[in-house]
């Protein structure tokens, strides 16, 4: 079974820049799109960003859009999240998975804007 680990989370400053990594321990297949999803605190989990399985069909939710780059390795089994001019609002827990949400959830990896 495939395993999703998220990593490149942190604290930052308003207006900065991370890139989080999706890691997976198996097979993602070059079909399945792939997505970042984010949950703050006492909120339901959304849908971020959308990669199709080939890379070159994105999607992302208005709130990043202009900000957020998502794209992926297949031949690395990764997905990546560019993520820049951070505002406080993107605080918040950051998972990937299928768009069909598929896999296993990870543990995720907390991202913090915060001066």
């Known amino acids: 079974q495939v395993q999703l680990v998220e990593s490149g989370g942190g604290l930052v400053q308003p207006g900065g820049s991370l890139r989080l990594s999706c890691a997976a321990s198996?097979?993602?297949?070059?079909?399945?799109?792939m997505a970042w999803y984010r949950q703050a605190p006492g909120q339901q989990r959304e849908l971020v960003a959308t990669i199709s399985g080939g890379g070159g069909y994105t999607t992302y939710a208005d709130s990043v859009k202009g900000r957020f780059t998502i794209f992926r390795d297949n031949a690395k089994n990764a997905v990546y999240l560019q993520m820049n001019s951070l505002k406080p609002e993107d605080t918040a827990v950051y998972y990937c998975?299928?768009?069909?949400?598929?896999?296993?959830w990870g543990q995720g990896t907390q991202v913090t804007v915060s001066s």
């Open positions: 198996g097979s993602i297949s070059s079909s399945n799109a």
């Open positions: 998975n299928s768009i069909a949400r598929t896999y296993t």
